[in-house]
């Protein structure tokens, strides 16, 4: 199993720009999550999933749209890029009913 | 959900048993104590859960005073391969895990 999977790895985005980072995962979970994490800090919820087509809001949703069309995938979509937006951010899933959230490798973003 | 208070860093050396404490005072009577382990650039990885007394497996050891208003992660016999930022989260699966935060965490740095 490829576990969770992100892509892409980098990308440097203009002021104004859209985007939408890839998250995937093999393991069936109904569970997804996005966060982000800026230098120094913890990690910040930005929207989570428990199922395909639910969806809701985490600590810092502002500026994301997220979509559960399969199990499988949780795309976070960045609509007119700021750079306040430039942070790592990781996806990740879990089964839901245990403690143990898998994340994938992260994505890290810079906003120019 | 519980708000957690553990230390911003700690230092020790190779062969040294670390612990690390978390502050939970208002931790629900449903809630589970659950440590995650970060290296630099990766995503976190889960290390331990508890919800009262002892509990021990490959990586490190998690104790929870009677009361449980907190909570001690060990870590026996550390290796430079240690070093990463430690965190500590309360709540109960599957209804906190879209609120669940990641706070700084602790970062433990092993030397030689």
């Known amino acids: 199993n490829a576990g969770v999977t992100q892509t892409p790895k980098f990308r440097i985005l203009k002021i104004g720009q859209s985007m939408t980072l890839q998250c995937t995962q093999d393991?069936?979970?109904?569970?997804m999550y996005w966060y982000r994490q800026d230098p120094g800090m913890g990690l910040k919820l930005i929207y989570y999933?428990?199922?395909?087509?639910?969806?809701d809001k985490g600590e810092v949703p502002n500026g994301y749209n997220v979509s559960r069309s399969t199990t499988e995938d949780f795309p976070l979509r960045l609509e007119l890029a700021a750079p306040s937006q430039t942070s790592v951010y990781f996806c990740?899933?879990?089964?839901?009913?245990?403690?143990?959230?898998?994340f994938g490798p992260g994505t890290r973003l810079t906003v120019t | 959900l519980a708000k957690t208070t553990q230390p911003i860093s700690m230092d020790s050396y190779e062969g040294q048993e670390v612990n690390i404490t978390c502050s939970h005072n208002?931790?629900?009577?449903?809630?589970?104590i659950t440590w995650y382990q970060q290296f630099p650039s990766q995503g976190p990885r889960f290390i331990i859960q508890?919800?009262?007394t002892k509990v021990t497996n490959e990586v490190a050891s998690l104790f929870i005073p009677a009361d449980r208003k907190s909570s001690t992660l060990s870590l026996p016999r550390v290796s430079l391969s240690d070093t990463a930022v430690y965190y500590c989260?309360?709540?109960?699966?599957?209804?906190?895990?879209?609120?669940?935060?990641f706070g700084a965490g602790t970062q433990v740095v092993v030397t030689p």
């Open positions: 208002n931790i629900a009577t449903n809630d589970y």
């Open positions: 990740a899933s879990s089964s839901g009913d245990r403690y143990e959230q898998y």
């Open positions: 393991m069936n979970h109904n569970y």
């Open positions: 999933s428990v199922g395909a087509g639910i969806t």
């Open positions: 508890g919800y009262k």
């Open positions: 989260l309360v709540g109960v699966p599957p209804d906190s895990w879209g609120k669940l935060q």
